[in-house]
């Protein structure tokens, strides 16, 4: 039973080819494989090269009449081979070929004695372009860098006015302020000249909406202040 289960059908040894019609050997069949599979194809060595070539054929040429492959055509919709290209090239009178030499170099604008200045010119033209680039890129990130400095300074400026700020969010920018060392706290107070610690003195906003611009007061003018409702 394990013989029956472990039996493997074998492949023919002779196979007829779908071209040629005749029965040969499978090593005469050429391999391909599929997902890591191996297969035999159904035409010869021989009629499998030959239909690989005919479908490479791109067609005849217009001055030789011969059917040439694609790669001896120099582009598409061209139906003239190299060979008869050069041969053309060659035909065509000495002083239309300079003048064509000479037309090209007029457009460019400048006649290269070698293919070494030709390489400098172009290595120096694209150094010059790299040069123009970095200006225009640190001339952007010193253009950042002034429009920060402003924005900063107009952040951090006495004279910051943000509409519609209120009590809490006005005494939490000011107290940014003070830790960042953009505003430093005086010693006494403006009202009554006390000293106290520095940690007692509170800053009193007259608008909301100037919220770093205070009057420092000691705590006791500070409650007076708002009794009095000034």
């Avoid at 191996?38 to 070539?53: A, L, S, T, V």
């Avoid at 217009?62 to 008869?84: L, M």
């Avoid at 302020?177 to 010693?187: D, E, Y």
Wanted: glycine share 8%; charged share 35%; net charge positive.
């Amino acid at each position: 039973m394990n013989d029956i289960k472990n039996h493997r059908v074998m492949e023919p040894v002779v196979r007829a080819c779908k071209g040629c019609g005749e029965d040969k050997s499978l090593e005469r069949f050429p391999l391909y494989s599929v997902d890591g599979k191996q297969y035999r194809r159904r035409h010869c060595r021989r009629c499998y090269r030959e239909r690989r070539n005919a479908s490479k054929r791109a067609g005849v040429c217009s001055q030789c009449g011969e059917a040439k492959a694609a790669h001896e055509f120099p582009g598409y919709g061209s139906r003239i081979c190299f060979p008869c290209r050069r041969a053309l090239g060659r035909a065509r009178p000495q002083e239309e070929r300079q003048g064509e030499k000479q037309r090209a170099a007029e457009r460019k604008g400048k006649e290269y004695q070698s293919l070494d200045e030709y390489r400098r010119h172009l290595k120096q033209q694209q150094h010059q372009r790299m040069e123009e680039r970095r200006r225009e890129r640190e001339a952007r990130c010193q253009q950042r860098a002034v429009a920060r400095k402003e924005r900063l300074r107009a952040l951090w400026s006495l004279d910051l006015h943000v509409p519609g700020m209120d009590e809490t969010h006005a005494r939490k920018k000011l107290g940014n302020a003070v830790q960042s060392g953009r505003i430093v706290k005086p010693k006494h107070c403006a009202r009554c000249g006390m000293a106290p610690p520095r940690h007692r003195l509170h800053g009193h906003h007259e608008d909301y909406e100037y919220p770093l611009r205070v009057e420092w007061l000691c705590a006791a003018c500070h409650t007076g202040c708002h009794g009095r409702a000034c």
